[in-house]
């Protein structure tokens, strides 16, 4: 049963990154336009070659939920194309299952963008990323599982949908509020010049919690919801 | 509309004209004065939010699991009144903030959150109306996320900032003032009762003609 579950997941997850792997489409267009959503904050943000207080941390996240949202609406793009959602989801195999394969594979996706992401900021804005990676991993795994997990099924749900395109923002931004704060206040507290780890460790657990509930409510909610 | 919405919207609307004197007659605050009186509409409105989107959410549920086709003009019928009565404390926030605090937005806990909410709601909304056919179900599964999403706005918003007056100051409160209070939160309530009565019928019906036009196609 675990086994068929994981194994339909496996599969989706290799038939996503094969696609990606073949042209590099979304991976390429979703990295540089990462990096020009952190040069359009910093010209914003960055005063008198300074950047103001904790601009690192926000600017980071709001990145990392830009280019989420696009990656999240180019991968479900390609499912609509030749109606493949379809064909997914006539397959005799779990619904919960494929809706595992494919958040699996955007947030490959999205790790792949962060690992070229926060590099990035570390270096424009002097942030010390290594100084607590361990916190700094967490905080960026919890909260874009977070943020993919709700994205994920919104995604799905908006294929079939008129202006899914302008939708899925709207639906998801609203929704991933508590992640995106804790993202922003755990990192902030991480990139000071001393590091608040008590308040970094207080919004991991949050993002964990809010991992937990979502995903468990996304894989509940899946299956109704993708029914015709 | 039923004999029984008419009576209570009767009600309500005999309330809702009573509410200035009942209001007036409320004395005035020590430190704030006359200003405070807008809270006996600012906190019933507060409340028939909360009380709209668990609505909303709750009838989201029902429709997306036990599969009730009339959950659905309820969830949708809820989900009009959370933005309703959101916009209706939203407005209200502010205008006393700018009296009290004298600003008018704060970044405080209790005022984000709400804005926060208010904007799952409207984004509800815009997915009801523009998001095609289907749009029931990505609806429901919005409302039931957005329900589910409550505690984590709040605590996470709360953590990040807090000014707003306590909830305990409720019972605490003179009886002058809380007789008026409560008066305002019956109004508000049946206010809220018979508009979602009203609107859920619509829908109801609706769905009805609807279905009774596919018949019509088919046959």
Same mark, same amino acid.
């Given at each position: ?228 | ?79 009009? $009144?959370?933005?309703?009565?959101? =916009? *209706? !404390? @939203?407005?209200?926030?502010? /205008?006393?903030?700018?009296? %009290? ?79 008026? $209070?409560?008066?305002?939160?019956? =109004? *508000? !309530? @049946?206010?809220?009762?018979? /508009?979602?009565?009203?609107? %859920? ?19």
């Amino acid at each position: 049963m675990m086994r068929a579950f994981f194994r339909v997941a496996w599969i989706v997850v290799k038939k996503d990154l094969t696609i990606e792997v073949r042209s590099l489409e979304i991976l390429s267009t979703t990295i540089f336009f990462a990096v020009t959503v952190v040069l359009m904050f910093s010209f914003g943000l960055v005063v008198d070659g300074r950047p103001l207080n904790d601009v690192a941390a926000a600017i980071l996240w709001v990145a990392i939920a830009f280019s989420g949202t696009l990656a999240l609406g180019r991968t479900f793009e390609r499912e609509r194309h030749n109606d493949t959602l379809r064909a997914l989801l006539l397959a005799p195999a779990d619904r919960p299952a494929l809706y595992v394969g494919k958040l699996a594979g955007i947030l490959l996706l999205l790790a792949l963008v962060e690992l070229v992401l926060v590099p990035l900021v570390g270096l424009l804005f002097a942030a010390p990323i290594f100084v607590h990676g361990f916190h700094l991993v967490a905080l960026l795994a919890g909260g874009t599982i977070g943020f993919t997990a709700v994205g994920t099924l919104f995604a799905a749900m908006l294929v079939r949908a008129r202006s899914r395109d302008v939708l899925l923002p709207i639906m998801l931004y609203p929704m991933t509020v508590p992640v995106m704060i804790a993202g922003v206040r755990g990192t902030a507290a991480l990139f000071q010049p001393t590091p608040d780890l008590a308040v970094a460790q207080f919004w991991i657990g949050l993002l964990g919690f809010f991992d937990v509930v979502f995903v468990t409510l996304a894989l509940w909610t899946f299956d109704p919801v993708m029914t015709d | 509309m039923t004999r029984s919405t008419l009576v209570m919207l009767a009600l309500a609307a005999g309330m809702f004209a009573l509410a200035p004197w009942m209001i007036n007659a409320a004395p005035n605050e020590a430190t704030m004065g006359l200003v405070y009186k807008i809270y006996f509409f600012h906190m019933p409105s507060a409340w028939m939010f909360m009380v709209a989107a668990i609505a909303s959410g709750i009838a989201s549920a029902r429709f997306l699991f036990l599969k009730r086709p009339s959950a659905d003009g309820w969830a949708l019928a809820a989900g009009e $009144l959370a933005v309703l009565f959101g =916009a *209706f !404390t @939203l407005v209200t926030g502010p /205008l006393w903030a700018r009296k %009290a605090w004298g600003v008018w937005w704060v970044w405080d806990a209790r005022l984000t959150s709400s804005l926060m909410l208010f904007m799952i709601f409207v984004a509800y909304l815009l997915l009801r109306k523009y998001g095609g056919p289907g749009s029931d179900k990505l609806g429901a599964g919005m409302a039931l996320f957005g329900m589910a999403n409550v505690p984590f706005i709040y605590v996470s918003v709360n953590y990040w900032r807090t000014f707003h007056p306590l909830t305990s100051v409720v019972p605490t409160l003179p009886v002058e003032m809380g007789i008026p $209070l409560w008066y305002c939160v019956t =109004a *508000f !309530t @049946l206010l809220f009762i018979v /508009l979602l009565r009203m609107r %859920a019928r619509l829908e109801h019906q609706r769905a009805r003609v609807e279905a009774l036009y596919l018949l019509e196609d088919e046959s």
